[in-house]
């Protein structure tokens, strides 16, 4: 049965590997759609992604790449469809409603599974969309506690990826390891610069004349996993910080959807802090 | 009772006009939190936009800028309240859904009257939304019965502009001339470049290595109006015409959303076939 | 005689400054050929510039808009002719050969007194365009010693402003004093992202997607001063840092020129830890 | 002896191009230091440009790389040192400068044979930099004239590539034919807008929000040749059409310089009438 898939391989860098791999395409009669590889010469890293389409079996198609790659190799087949996602958020629409936009229109290339909040101001817009809407407040309870509530919810499904649209919350370490390299964070300043917390009001105060935003995995150190997108808007003396708030939001909105179809499109590798993405 | 405008004018340049329209100001006691100012020496038009709180009757006050301006100058005093739209759409969701989103949260500064779409596909998505959507379609109409359906039913509210956000359907002179200044348009390319049908598809036989997306007012030349905003995006060899359609839409309804605003804002005079914005 | 000027008035905000500064031109009967204001509401202050034409004394002006004025003004009618500059640079020739060909071709609104370098490699570059040349090695000077001699260079010049183009070395507050607000730098990031030493490397360890030049006035806090321009450029990870530092240099010398051409232009008032720019 | 080289392939796409041709890299043990391929599916052609280091004989490379690839295969084994170029120039020093300086600093990647101008304002700057200056004056010529004089001092050097570092005048047939694919301009808008002349001012005219540069291959077609780079400036109604052309040139010098970058490190394959950039 005619099939396609991406093909993602990273593994320390070695000679051949663009012959070895291509060659088991080729023995197999596979075509090859799109084809882009990276070596990491600071790391000897090799990183290739590759979408196929012919007769195979995914199962095999691994197998043998396996064989002739470095022990270390991860590789993954995987069939374009679409994926689940969580979403996460607070209060304000912006983010999360380009994404509910892109998934109305069947744009988006993921299922939304639901959207927890510690808020409930945005769960009238979301439940237009006929998505599970869960409002966890976090009043009164530790930030364990509270997580631990989040995680119960979010352990009920399963899915690929959890988006913080604009979840103006911390995260735990117990959190961002149950989820590592799953949790997509949209941050409100172009990073490194304003880390933490109202990065508008620190840009205002430092009058700086352009802002951004920065889309990227979330880890331990605060505002510091890897990035996938950034983008920039210019201001000027004339802006206040709310001004420029309300200018960021276009520019958040937009870098964290093309962070986020990116990842679902499997196009993203993470390469120690920092990302390739083809 | 402490009240608040937007005073707008513009008219033929003259000696004296900051000083004299200033004067007014302070001589009742009003307080300018915001003025700009603009003349056209090409056409020797003075455009100006001040920002007034204090104790004043409008009424009285167009009065009297009337007496101390050219007998050509065109003043409005306006209130900073929500200004009522009209949509048009046909059956792309990106455009509109960025102002529907806006719209729910309050963010939009006006009130959505209708939508109107010659096709049936955004009607869901509107609905979600508790706006009334007409569906007027074009089959087995001339372009005048149909544009006579479209206008009767415009014709039922009042409104202050109509926003064709990805509305693919020429206007006729009838329609423009009906709603003149009243037309925002989004064209999906960066004008002049690819004016008319289908601007990704002449992008991509171009080969341009940046497209973009331009707001403008509608008038009777095809994509010819007074423009507004622009935005542009990188794209490349490897870009297939519906990619640079896909990474268009971002900028489209970004640009569409930002003209909008600043109309919304009475921030923009139209001057000749350009446009001043403060 | 016919006259030209740009008056730059900064003073704390009171009703009606708009109003009693364009009576002063109205009642001189000058031409207003331009004219911006800005009030930052934050701190109460008043920015205005505005070039105005006619016959005038321009001692007469500066006393009559004194009296107008609150105590705190600071009041600068400026003729609009070339400054004076001097340029300090170290070893790379992009900022400093942008503004010499500028220069060279009478557009930058300037005269280059001399460039003033700790190393000679730009000698070459510097003599084929006639300019004076100063090689003040800093080996076994402390930087007291190695500064005395730079101001020592400096001071036999009345110039307008000290442009650092690329000047690669710390300024010790001494000399960050004896020229206040007349030190412009080039910084070779996204201020205030990745402030000292090698910028690029730390925007490559980073894994930034974006790299930016930040053109500033210097103050003793290191790569803090006022902001004047930014700009920025995409990178991906095919960027070695070295990739990044070469690409980054079109960025530095255009923001540098075009920050330059601001205060040239007499454009930018400095407002605390800011500048507002018209 | 230890070689490196730019492996440009292109030709009709066929299965397996990419095992082939890697193929050939490992049995010859060859390192892989880059490597980049695209397929144009609406024309069916195939590019990739590798970057190969090891012992190897270029014309056996070449031999070998033949035998396996399609027959209309257009192959080249480059070594990576510095190319000839000739400038071309009018009036303005801008785009000409900006090459110099890039020149002088060692960081161009070509030797500039010599400049030829149309007029004599660029001399003396070209003189400064010991490069050969010819005027040839169009005054009292047929184009055609002018033209043989022009291509009888370009025909005394060997070089890789024509510039058109703002050369105003246009090329008739013959002189594009007799360098076709070597000759590289800029042009001042943002193609296709603005053809043909004094674009800044039919972009004032129109009243753009932004404005562009657009670098690319000259052909019969005034300014439609296959475009290589591309940026744009941000302006607004203060701008005057004269502004614009200032502001532009620093997008216009920087697009040029980037463009020439590209090609001189053989990155850009000629693909129809647009360009495939690795």
Same mark, same amino acid.
């Given at each position: 049965?005619?099939?396609?898939?991406?093909?993602?391989?990273d593994?320390?860098?070695?000679?051949?590997?663009? @012959?070895?791999?291509?060659?088991?395409? &080729?023995?197999?009669?596979?075509?090859? *759609?799109?084809?882009? $590889?990276?070596?990491d010469?600071?790391?000897?890293?090799?990183?290739?992604?590759?979408?196929?389409?012919?007769?195979?079996?995914?199962?095999?198609?691994l197998?043998?790449?396996?064989?002739?790659?470095?022990?270390?190799?991860?590789?993954?087949?995987?069939?374009?469809?679409?994926?689940?996602?969580?979403?996460?958020?607070?209060?304000?629409?912006h983010?999360?409603?380009?994404?509910?936009?892109?998934?109305?229109?069947? $744009?988006?290339?993921?299922?939304?599974?639901?959207?927890?909040?510690?808020?409930?101001?945005?769960?009238?817009?979301?439940?237009?969309?006929?998505?599970?809407?869960?409002?966890?407040?976090?009043? *009164?309870?530790?930030?364990?506690?509270?997580?631990?509530?989040?995680?119960?919810?979010? *352990?009920? &499904?399963?899915?690929? &990826?959890?988006?913080?649209?604009?979840?103006?919350?911390?995260?735990?370490?117990?959190?961002?390891?149950? @989820?590592?390299?799953?949790i997509?964070?949209?941050?409100?300043?172009?990073?490194?610069?304003?880390?933490?917390?109202?990065?508008?009001?620190?840009?205002?105060?430092?009058?700086?004349?352009?802002?951004?935003?920065?889309?990227?995995?979330?880890?331990?150190?605060?505002?510091?996993?890897?990035?996938?997108?950034?983008?920039?808007?210019?201001?000027?003396?004339?802006?206040?910080?709310? *001004?420029?708030?309300?200018?960021?939001?276009?520019?958040?909105?937009?870098?964290?959807?093309?962070?986020?179809?990116?990842?679902?499109?499997?196009?993203?590798?993470?390469?120690?802090?920092k990302?390739?993405?083809?």
């Amino acid at each position: 049965m005619e099939n396609r898939a991406r093909v993602l391989i990273d593994c320390k860098d070695a000679k051949g590997l663009v @012959y070895k791999i291509s060659k088991v395409f &080729y023995d197999r009669d596979l075509n090859i *759609d799109n084809n882009r $590889e990276f070596v990491d010469k600071e790391h000897g890293r090799f990183f290739m992604r590759t979408v196929v389409s012919g007769l195979f079996d995914t199962q095999e198609l691994l197998t043998e790449l396996k064989m002739i790659t470095p022990e270390d190799a991860h590789i993954r087949v995987i069939e374009p469809k679409d994926k689940k996602i969580i979403l996460m958020a607070t209060k304000e629409s912006h983010a999360l409603g380009d994404i509910l936009i892109r998934h109305a229109d069947g $744009e988006l290339g993921a299922q939304i599974e639901c959207v927890i909040a510690n808020h409930d101001t945005l769960k009238e817009l979301v439940e237009r969309f006929d998505i599970p809407f869960f409002h966890i407040p976090a009043e *009164d309870l530790s930030r364990e506690e509270h997580e631990r509530k989040v995680m119960e919810c979010i *352990d009920q &499904y399963t899915f690929d &990826y959890i988006v913080l649209a604009k979840y103006m919350r911390i995260l735990t370490p117990v959190f961002v390891k149950a @989820y590592a390299q799953k949790i997509i964070n949209i941050h409100h300043s172009f990073l490194p610069a304003f880390i933490g917390a109202n990065p508008y009001k620190q840009a205002f105060d430092r009058g700086v004349k352009i802002i951004g935003a920065t889309a990227h995995f979330v880890t331990n150190d605060l505002d510091a996993g890897p990035i996938i997108a950034q983008d920039v808007i210019p201001v000027n003396h004339r802006f206040s910080w709310k *001004d420029m708030q309300r200018a960021g939001r276009d520019g958040e909105k937009i870098v964290l959807s093309r962070a986020l179809a990116l990842v679902l499109h499997d196009r993203v590798f993470v390469n120690g802090n920092k990302t390739v993405i083809f």
